[in-house]
């Protein structure tokens, strides 16, 4: 299913919100093991991953819509 260009916009705004927050939490939080620490990469990966594909998805909804405007509608 594809996006509408506001929902593509929160879901990067949401994406975005996630990574700063883990950010946020990396900075005040103390160093654990050697696993705690590659779970917390993997988290900060995977938020990144996300932002990521919500920026491609919103780049999409984008050129959907200025093509439903121009009358191109060939992908």
Known sequence: ???TVEEA???LDAARAAVLSE???DITRKEGSGAQERRREERQQKLRDVEYQ???ELEQ?????RESASGNTSS
Do not use: I, V
């Open 54 to 56: 919500a920026a491609r």
């Open 61 to 65: 909804a984008e050129r959907r819509q």
């Open 1 to 3: 299913m594809s996006k």
């Open 23 to 25: 950010m946020e939490s």
């Open 9 to 11: 916009k929160a879901a």
